[in-house]
């Protein structure tokens, strides 16, 4: 159950003040109910919410933001963690926020109607802290994998694309995206 937050300031050392959510993960205990956030204005009032506590689909952590904008002009924030993926959500470009009139389809390990598109990781497989850079042609995807320490597997790996929405690949070609449960470290 988390939440990322919109917090603005016309200094860099603040003082910050608090504009509004963006978007929110977990919707199933007494103590987080989904009442409390957005999804239910996404999909609608007594949507199914029973895919996001499925661990290896589509339950993830809302952190980790990295935002950029497109060569279109257009606002994008990727974000994500283990288990469920690393997805990407259009923002509005005025206010930062979710942009409520962009959808998304669901489609196991392609989209997901409230987290967005699917760019990387899922289906427990390791993978978090997107980071998003265009270079030329190309958008890059750094990702954090592994355990915080050097025995336990920790590497950064790099994808990129042609599209800031994807797909992703690495220099082999392989899809960022992992659609089984796989030890991904040593890969």
Known sequence: NSV?????ADNIEGPYEYVGPVVYSGFNTS?????????????GEGADLTR????NANKI????????FDENGDLWMVYGSWFGGVYMIKLDKNTGLRDYTYTYETERD????????????GNAVSGEAPYLLRVGDYYYLFMSYGGL????????RVFRSENITGPYVDQAGNS????KNENNLFS
Do not use: R, W
Not at 176 to 179: C, E, K, M
């Open 149 to 156: 320490e050097a025995e336990k597997g920790y590497q950064m």
């Open 61 to 68: 952590n809302a952190i980790d933001p990295c935002i950029k």
């Open 176 to 179: 960022a995206i992992f659609t």
């Open 110 to 121: 392609v989209s997901d109607a409230y987290l967005g598109i699917k760019i990387a990781g």
């Open 31 to 43: 103590s987080h109910p989904a009442e409390k956030t957005d999804v239910y204005d996404v999909l």
């Open 4 to 8: 990322i937050t919109l917090l603005t």
């Open 52 to 55: 996001y506590q499925n661990i």
